[in-house]
């Protein structure tokens, strides 16, 4: 061994000592680069032979296909058999070590788990991470290998290269952003994660973070205070109740109150001499002054070079981690996936969101519904003429663009997204267009048309019906309401529930499209207040008093909630400030800035949430 070390260290010199050549020569000259000869090892036996192995399987592999192509190969079976095997072995010690409690099989799990301990780490520190802990925080958890990163680099100097400095900045911006968040959302009577307002609480009172083992089922209960893991099918079941008709609900009585918007916000009056008193109920929203100083951290933030920094590099370590993760425990969690009865990628419930409704079908769907209809309803009147308001049938409106059912073609419907449409509005938009034809559009999907949008009807609930069959597959489909008219919402839920437009799988989102510019040039309207108006004022109306709108009632408890969309790429040259005109001031041609639309739809909707409770 010593001879050994001896002509390791004299191989070491010869690497770090350079020819004079070398130091003399001004460029790079790989001839006259000198290597130490190779000395042969028990090593290099053990390589070649490996290399032998793994040359002779695949030269074996090659020659069957080569002389049967037709044959199966049988090495991709004989690694998968080896893999099966290896899954079930590692399944079945993971389950015997979960529920073993003895000292042996803990110190297996500390033995088999523990990836590069360090020496320098403390062991009770270590204990108390890597033992029962994790059972606690983790209670379902598999017996995966964890992984933790130790070194002054963590809580010395610097972190993930960010100054100490830049990462307190850094942590007191994130959870500034975090508190507004949670405040906006509180306001409208939203949904905030639990486990991140337990940890933004125990941070205002300077208190240890303990939202893992709470949000593992010690501090998590529902109504009725039955504790999570004592939850049974029947306190939170998967599918809604059966009905035979979905909206055949009984329309409550409304309560006395009067509705005035003011300055672009809808408030609530107990009474009509409260309204000439100007004592409106007390729901709270947030003021513009409020929302600005909010909307300016947001932008300083966004624009913070150190945070920026810290952020990304963040999200590198946890990407690298989560891979090396999946590098270690991946067929572990195969092998719990396959113990998992009656569940894959396929029978577990998704949602497919930002689906608009009048693009929920594919192309090829729409198609076969258009070549159906004019087989069994072409002599069906579906529109008028705009030049001479002449009433045409389905089968006129196709002699009117010289087309018959059997020209059409999914390449001549041409409704498809591809790529040309990416970062082109215009031409996504025209895509809604069958064949280039704003007249089959509304023909075919719209719910406001010259049939009252019964074709849209039938192709929808064809689409709820394949979602049905699917049983595992939910959506939220889109449908738009333009503020043109106060009647909008009306024919929406009329639309709905004449055509009994209803599945268990669907509920719809309602997108508000940015649109000022184009109405207030076509004198629709005559401000910005007015589309406002047009918006809320029913939806108001409604809470206060079902019955004056029963439909929409019934339609508005399928809703699930509101989108702002438009061309977001397009520039804006007003910034929403204290000195922008007030939304019933605002009557230029201009479109308002998007901040501006979405503080007025947010500060309506906040208030809207709170009068419906």
């Known amino acids: 061994m010593a001879e050994r070390s001896e002509r390791m260290d004299g191989r070491d010199d010869d690497l770090k000592r350079p020819a004079q050549d070398e130091i003399l020569s001004p460029t790079f000259a790989p001839t006259k680069l000198k290597f130490p000869n190779h000395i042969h090892t028990e090593m290099d036996e053990k390589f070649q032979q490996l290399a032998d192995t793994i040359l002779s399987r695949s030269t074996e592999i090659i020659g069957k296909e080569g002389s049967a192509p037709y044959e199966i190969p049988e090495y991709p079976i004989v690694e998968n058999e080896r893999k099966f095997y290896f899954e079930k072995q590692l399944s079945s010690r993971n389950r015997s070590r979960f529920f073993n409690t003895g000292d042996q099989a803990s110190a297996d799990h500390e033995r088999?788990?523990?990836?590069?301990?360090?020496?320098?780490?403390?062991?009770?520190?270590?204990?108390?991470?890597?033992?029962?802990?994790?059972?606690?925080?983790?209670d379902l958890a598999p017996d995966f290998q964890r992984i933790y990163i130790a070194g002054q680099e963590i809580s010395g100097i610097s972190s993930l290269g960010v100054p100490l400095h830049d990462l307190k900045e850094a942590s007191k911006s994130l959870v500034q952003a975090l508190m507004i968040r949670e405040k906006y959302m509180a306001m409208s009577h939203q949904s905030f994660p639990k486990i991140t307002a337990r940890f933004l609480q125990n941070l205002e009172d300077n208190e240890e973070f303990q939202g893992m083992k709470e949000g593992f089922?010690?501090?998590?209960?529902?109504?009725?205070?039955?504790?999570?893991?004592?939850?049974?099918?029947?306190?939170?079941?998967?599918?809604?109740?059966?009905?035979?008709?979905?909206?055949?609900?009984?329309?409550?009585?409304?309560?006395?109150?009067?509705?005035?918007?003011?300055?672009?916000?809808?408030?609530?009056?107990?009474?009509?001499?409260?309204?000439?008193?100007?004592?409106?109920?007390?729901?709270?929203?947030?003021?513009?002054?409020?929302?600005l100083a909010d909307q300016?951290?947001?932008?300083?933030?966004?624009?913070?070079?150190?945070?920026?920094?810290?952020?990304?590099?963040?999200?590198?370590?946890?990407?690298?981690?989560?891979?090396?993760?999946?590098?270690?425990?991946?067929?572990?969690?195969?092998?719990?996936?396959?113990?998992?009865?009656?569940?894959?990628?396929?029978?577990?419930?998704?949602?497919?969101?930002h689906v608009h409704a009048s693009s929920c079908m594919n192309q090829k769907h729409l198609l076969r519904f258009i070549k159906k209809k004019m087989k069994t309803c072409s002599d069906e009147v579906v529109c008028k003429d705009k030049k001479s308001g002449k009433e045409m049938t389905l089968a006129e409106v196709f002699d009117s663009?010289?087309?018959?059912?059997?020209?059409?073609?999914?390449?001549?419907?041409?409704?498809?997204?591809?790529?040309?449409?990416?970062?082109?509005?215009?031409?996504?938009?025209?895509?809604?267009?069958?064949?280039?034809?704003?007249?089959?559009?509304?023909?075919?999907?719209?719910?406001?048309?010259?049939?009252?949008?019964?074709?849209f009807g039938h192709v929808i609930k064809e689409v709820m019906e394949d979602l049905g069959e699917?049983?595992?597959?939910?959506?939220?489909?889109?449908?738009?309401?333009?503020?043109r008219s106060r009647d909008e919402w009306d024919k929406l839920a009329y639309w709905a529930i004449e055509n009994k437009i209803y599945s268990d799988n669907v509920r719809w989102m309602i997108q508000i499209p940015r649109l000022y510019d184009i109405y207030k040039s076509a004198k629709i309207v005559k401000n910005f207040q007015e589309i406002l108006e047009n918006i809320f004022m029913p939806l108001f109306e409604v809470t206060r008093n079902p019955q004056s709108h029963p439909e929409l009632h019934k339609f508005l408890i399928y809703v699930s909630g509101f989108d702002s969309v438009d061309d977001e790429s397009k520039t804006e040259h007003i910034k929403f400030d204290l000195e922008t005109p007030l939304p019933e001031d605002w009557c230029q041609d201009e479109n308002p800035p998007y901040s501006y639309y979405l503080y007025y739809m947010y500060a309506n909707i906040t208030v809207l949430n709170q009068f419906r409770r």
């Not at 280039?436 to 019964?454: A, H, V």
């Open 296 to 353: 300016n951290i947001m932008y300083a933030l966004i624009s913070d070079g150190p945070l920026k920094s810290f952020c990304y590099r963040r999200l590198s370590y946890l990407s690298s981690k989560y891979q090396l993760h999946t590098l270690m425990n991946e067929l572990k969690e195969s092998a719990a996936q396959k113990e998992v009865p009656h569940r894959d990628f396929y029978n577990i419930r998704k949602v497919d969101t």
């Open 112 to 138: 088999n788990n523990s990836v590069g301990k360090p020496s320098a780490m403390d062991s009770e520190s270590y204990q108390r991470m890597s033992s029962t802990d994790v059972y606690d925080e983790y």
């Open 401 to 455: 663009m010289a087309l018959k059912p059997y020209d059409l073609s999914v390449d001549k419907l041409d409704v498809h997204a591809d790529r040309n449409t990416f970062h082109r509005f215009d031409k996504f938009n025209a895509k809604y267009n069958p064949i280039g034809e704003s007249r089959l559009r509304e023909i075919f999907i719209k719910t406001d048309n010259y049939i009252n949008g019964k074709y």
């Open 217 to 291: 089922g010690k501090g998590s209960t529902d109504v009725d205070g039955i504790p999570y893991f004592d939850r049974r099918v029947s306190d939170h079941p998967f599918h809604p109740p059966k009905k035979e008709d979905p909206f055949d609900i009984e329309v409550p009585m409304g309560v006395e109150c009067s509705l005035k918007m003011v300055q672009g916000l809808m408030y609530v009056y107990e009474n009509e001499e409260a309204v000439k008193n100007n004592t409106p109920l007390e729901l709270p929203y947030v003021q513009p002054k409020t929302f």
């Open 470 to 483: 699917s049983k595992y597959q939910n959506a939220e489909y889109r449908l738009s309401i333009y503020g």
